[in-house]
């Protein structure tokens, strides 16, 4: 079965450095979503992306975050100049289709963020 | 917010036991979805129920849906160890709105 793969599973790295993370969607999916979940909390929406721009994003996504679809495989998410409650985990997403459409999201297994 | 709310946070339960959790929103939904996630791993996608639907059924889950009471549960029957995982509901709003997950119940199935 299909799956979306995430690089790296985990990424350290020092408080003010860029970090990106990759996925790859699964590949006749259109919609391309990122969230994160704190240790042991819940899963926050940052970003929804469809047709190579952003469709939604939540108060989390700041201008130090930016997606991007570089070619027609790899999603990546970037943080700018990271904080040390960035450290998360971060889960990529994607789905057939948007809502209001009954198309469940196919989860990554993640990137565990860590800032020191 | 529509986020989905789940309840109870943690259940202990023994091997072969039913498991119910119960998770509450705020606002009119499409769609309703419970998800899985197994310690430090994704989420997998469950079932899905519509709002037209009040009940949905899938091998050992049982999915109903009150939209009256903006409330939603998730069955699992005769519970195996392999069940023990933490729980989300997720609600799929209208055009724009993505899904939001709720925080969460953590179900232990002691064998």
């Known amino acids: 079965e299909p799956e979306v793969t995430q690089t790296p599973s985990h990424q350290v790295t020092q408080m003010g450095q860029e970090v990106i993370l990759r996925c790859v969607p699964i590949?006749?999916?259109?919609?391309f979503y990122w969230y994160r979940q704190i240790l042991g909390q819940k899963v926050e929406f940052l970003v929804s992306?469809?047709?190579?721009?952003?469709?939604?994003k939540s108060e989390i996504f700041d201008d130090q975050f930016s997606v991007e679809r570089p070619d027609g495989s790899n999603f990546t998410l970037k943080i700018r100049s990271t904080k040390l409650e960035d450290s998360a985990m971060y889960f990529c997403?994607?789905?057939?289709?948007?809502?209001?459409?009954?198309?469940?999201?196919?989860f990554g297994n993640g990137t565990r963020l860590t800032v020191t | 917010s529509q986020q989905g709310e789940e309840d109870p946070q943690a259940l202990s339960i023994q091997e072969g036991e039913n498991a119910t959790m119960n998770c509450s929103y705020k606002?009119?939904?499409?769609?309703l979805q419970w998800y899985r996630q197994n310690s430090g791993r994704g989420l997998v996608h469950l079932i899905l129920i519509r709002s037209n639907e009040r009940e949905k059924h899938s091998g050992r889950l049982r999915v109903t849906l009150d939209t009256s009471k903006k409330s939603s549960s998730l069955l699992i029957t005769a519970s195996r160890a392999a069940d023990t995982a933490s729980y989300f509901c997720a609600t799929g709003g209208n055009y724009g709105q993505n899904f939001v997950f709720g925080p969460g119940t953590r179900l232990s199935v002691l064998p």
């Open positions: 590949s006749n999916h259109l919609y």
């Open positions: 997403a994607s789905s057939y289709a948007g809502q209001p459409t009954n198309s469940p999201l196919h």
């Open positions: 992306f469809y047709n190579n721009e952003i469709s939604e």
């Open positions: 606002t009119s939904i499409n769609n």
